[in-house]
């Protein structure tokens, strides 16, 4: 390849083949495996989804029932990853703490299966289900409270809100958290699942791809926009001061958080349910505040920026964040709750990788010094 391919950040730059994620940005769709996003977050659980990724099909009753019935079995913590947790620095933030754990259980549980560069790692799936425990679980312990032991019954989203509040979510609060595991399941090749393919591509381990992908998806430009989007809502307060707000920001060039998006150029398909579910959950509340913030945003950004002939739109984190909080989940949580639902992405990844492997080697653009001679220490002044 010529340097004169050079492209900063691969921007435009096709790595591999891949048949896991359709996105198209001009008509703003997402497709997993040739199903619409839509039709995956209103119809299919999460079990459902990972098994759509992971084995290229939507499962049978029977097939999901099995694949399920393994996926539940693995939530519960060992007492060492408990141990681990507890103990875990105070500070740290729990997205350093889910890249330690897969890294321990990869040593911890299925050991010998992991290190063959052949292992079928859907047949261990706790890389996959344990990473939704251990965050319920460091938000117990930071709060003073016990570990609350999974319960089997529960769709993966519903068990996560269990095991973070110690009781049983209402029926469609628990919906509503595993329908958004489904929308962020995968999305192509972000930082943090080409971060997962590349380290598979050295014929690595699924664990230490995926702890990887964790370390990669903690950084701000990656995970972290409905963080910042909750934020906001709460710098502006009220509905009233939204349209001042957005005038003020635009003035000072700063970005408004949830707005547009590198690959959609029309609406972000997930948006519009996000917003359903955070209209439902406002109702339910009885408490809208969050939403009427964030609806005044919109309508003052979205006309000031087709004054200047930009139509932008919000995207997935718009919403999310003002969600994740009517279900009562703290805002250190919105980055880990997106690794919760991507690990079922990258371990799709991890898998298409081995199939025709071919270990990731791009070249750099040399822009160094020319070849200079050696002063020994001495000389150096
Ligand atoms: C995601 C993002 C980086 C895409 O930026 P982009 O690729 O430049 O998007 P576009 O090409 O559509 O932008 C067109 C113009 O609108 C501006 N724009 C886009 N999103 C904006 C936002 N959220 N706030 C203010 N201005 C924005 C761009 O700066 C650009 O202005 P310019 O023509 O003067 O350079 C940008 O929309 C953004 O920073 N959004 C906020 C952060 C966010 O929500 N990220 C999560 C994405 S899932």
């Given at each position: 390849?010529?340097?004169?391919?050079?492209?900063?950040?691969?921007?435009?730059?096709?790595?591999?083949?891949?048949?896991?994620?359709?996105?198209?940005?001009?008509?703003?769709?997402?497709?997993?495996?040739?199903?619409?996003?839509?039709?995956?977050a209103?119809?299919a659980?999460?079990?459902?989804?990972?098994?759509?990724?992971?084995?290229g099909?939507?499962?049978s009753?029977?097939?999901?029932e099995?694949?399920?019935?393994?996926?539940?079995?693995?939530?519960?913590?060992d007492?060492?990853?408990?141990?681990?947790?507890?103990?875990f620095?105070?500070?740290?933030?729990?997205?350093?703490?889910?890249?330690?754990?897969?890294?321990?259980?990869s040593g911890?549980?299925?050991?010998?299966?992991?290190?063959?560069?052949?292992?079928?790692?859907?047949?261990?799936l706790?890389?996959?289900?344990?990473?939704?425990s251990?965050?319920?679980?460091?938000?117990?312990?930071?709060?003073?409270r016990?570990?609350?032991?999974?319960?089997?019954?529960l769709s993966?989203?519903?068990?996560?809100?269990?095991?973070?509040?110690g009781?049983?979510?209402?029926?469609?609060?628990?919906?509503?958290?595993d329908?958004?595991?489904?929308m962020?399941a995968?999305?192509?090749?972000?930082a943090?699942t080409?971060t997962?393919?590349?380290?598979?591509?050295t014929?690595?381990?699924?664990?230490?791809?995926?702890?990887?992908?964790?370390?990669?998806?903690y950084?701000?430009?990656?995970?972290?926009?409905?963080?910042?989007?909750?934020a906001?809502?709460?710098?502006?307060?009220?509905?009233?001061?939204?349209?001042?707000?957005?005038?003020q920001?635009?003035?000072?060039?700063?970005?408004?958080m949830?707005?547009?998006h590198?690959v959609?150029?029309?609406k972000?398909?997930?948006?519009?349910?996000m917003?359903?579910?955070?209209?439902?959950?406002?109702r339910?509340?009885g408490?809208?505040?969050?939403?009427?913030?964030?609806?005044?945003?919109?309508?003052?950004?979205?006309?000031?920026?087709?004054e200047?002939?930009?139509?932008?739109?919000?995207?997935?984190d718009?919403?999310?964040?003002?969600?994740?909080?009517?279900?009562?989940?703290?805002?250190?949580?919105?980055?880990?709750?997106?690794?919760?639902?991507?690990?079922?992405?990258?371990?799709?990844?991890?898998?298409?990788?081995?199939?025709?492997?071919?270990?990731?080697?791009?070249?750099?653009?040399?822009?160094?010094?020319?070849?200079r001679?050696?002063v020994?220490?001495?000389?150096?002044?």
């Amino acid at each position: 390849m010529a340097e004169t391919t050079y492209a900063k950040g691969l921007e435009g730059v096709i790595a591999a083949e891949s048949e896991i994620c359709r996105i198209d940005g001009e008509k703003g769709k997402l497709y997993y495996m040739g199903y619409s996003i839509e039709d995956l977050a209103r119809h299919a659980t999460f079990e459902e989804t990972t098994y759509l990724l992971l084995y290229g099909k939507l499962p049978s009753s029977a097939e999901l029932e099995s694949f399920s019935r393994r996926m539940r079995a693995s939530r519960d913590l060992d007492p060492a990853i408990l141990e681990m947790i507890r103990k875990f620095p105070r500070d740290a933030h729990p997205m350093e703490l889910l890249q330690s754990v897969i890294s321990y259980l990869s040593g911890y549980v299925q050991h010998k299966i992991q290190h063959s560069a052949t292992c079928n790692c859907r047949n261990t799936l706790h890389q996959v289900v344990q990473l939704a425990s251990v965050v319920a679980a460091w938000q117990r312990f930071q709060e003073g409270r016990q570990y609350v032991p999974p319960r089997q019954d529960l769709s993966h989203g519903a068990n996560f809100l269990y095991m973070l509040r110690g009781e049983e979510p209402e029926e469609y609060e628990g919906m509503v958290m595993d329908s958004c595991l489904v929308m962020h399941a995968e999305h192509g090749f972000n930082a943090s699942t080409f971060t997962a393919r590349v380290v598979a591509s050295t014929l690595s381990t699924c664990y230490c791809s995926i702890s990887a992908a964790i370390g990669s998806l903690y950084g701000s430009l990656h995970g972290g926009a409905n963080e910042k989007a909750m934020a906001m809502v709460e710098e502006i307060g009220s509905a009233d001061k939204a349209e001042g707000w957005v005038e003020q920001a635009l003035a000072g060039k700063q970005k408004v958080m949830g707005m547009g998006h590198r690959v959609y150029k029309a609406k972000d398909p997930r948006a519009d349910l996000m917003e359903e579910y955070l209209v439902e959950l406002s109702r339910r509340k009885g408490d809208s505040t969050y939403y009427d913030i964030l609806k005044g945003v919109e309508k003052a950004f979205r006309a000031r920026m087709e004054e200047k002939g930009k139509p932008i739109y919000p995207n997935v984190d718009f919403f999310s964040g003002a969600v994740y909080r009517l279900l009562g989940v703290p805002t250190i949580l919105f980055t880990p709750i997106f690794a919760i639902a991507r690990v079922s992405g990258w371990l799709a990844h991890i898998l298409e990788q081995r199939k025709d492997n071919r270990l990731y080697r791009p070249k750099s653009l040399y822009a160094g010094p020319e070849p200079r001679e050696f002063v020994p220490l001495a000389q150096r002044g």
